[in-house]
């Protein structure tokens, strides 16, 4: 039975199932809290569920970002992006719950795993689940024009704006423009 649960949770940890429905407006919620009440109410089974789907977000999340290279345009006019950015809030804090009430069982190691799937959902927040509105800024809108900010965005993926976040910072900030850092950047 065990491997059947191990099966499960890394197929829906590489089959892409759950970004899909987690990036849908209504659907989100209903998949949030279906999975939630499966690890809450259904111990057997739910928590490898819960963790393969959330595991499934967080993978979806690195191959867009990071190996497909998504345009930062395209990520900041999603909205289904930010949907599931939300979702991933919540994922975190279903876990979390998921914890408590393991806990409350007795079952030491879904509550270890649960505790540490919060902590990861959390903490990858700023790395997998950027705020978009936070991207524009620092790619320098409200002081551009939009026009302006989408053509920058077309040029930009995540590992390059977090070069550029990374580079900004060592120069303190003062005067770093991504539109010359990206000019910089392809001259070599």
Same mark, same amino acid.
């Given at each position: ?30 998949? %949030?809290? +279906?999975? /939630?009440? @499966? ?11 819960? &963790?393969? =789907?959330? !595991? ?36 975190? %804090?279903? +876990?979390? /719950?998921? @914890? ?11 509550? &270890?795993? =649960?505790? !540490? ?57 003062? =005067? ?13």
């Amino acid at each position: 039975m065990v491997a059947v649960k191990i099966a499960l949770l890394v197929l829906l940890t590489l089959v892409p199932v759950t970004p899909v429905l987690l990036s849908l407006p209504v659907m989100s919620v209903v998949v %949030v809290v +279906a999975l /939630a009440a @499966a690890w809450l109410l259904i111990p057997s089974w739910g928590p490898w569920i819960y &963790v393969g =789907g959330s !595991l499934g977000l967080i993978q979806w999340r690195v191959w867009q970002l990071y190996l497909q290279h998504l345009k930062m345009s395209v990520y900041v006019s999603s909205p289904s992006m930010a949907i599931q950015n939300r979702s991933a809030v919540w994922l975190a %804090v279903g +876990a979390a /719950a998921g @914890a408590i009430r393991s806990f409350a069982a007795g079952d030491i190691a879904w509550t &270890v795993i =649960g505790a !540490l799937l919060a902590i990861l959902l959390f903490g990858l927040q700023g790395v997998l689940f950027p705020d978009a509105a936070v991207i524009s800024q620092v790619c320098g809108y409200p002081l551009i024009s939009l026009e302006e900010l989408q053509s920058l965005l077309d040029r930009v993926d995540y590992p390059t704006l977090l070069a550029f976040n990374k580079a900004s910072k060592k120069s303190g900030g003062f =005067g770093m423009d991504l539109s010359h850092y990206l000019d910089k950047q392809a001259r070599g």
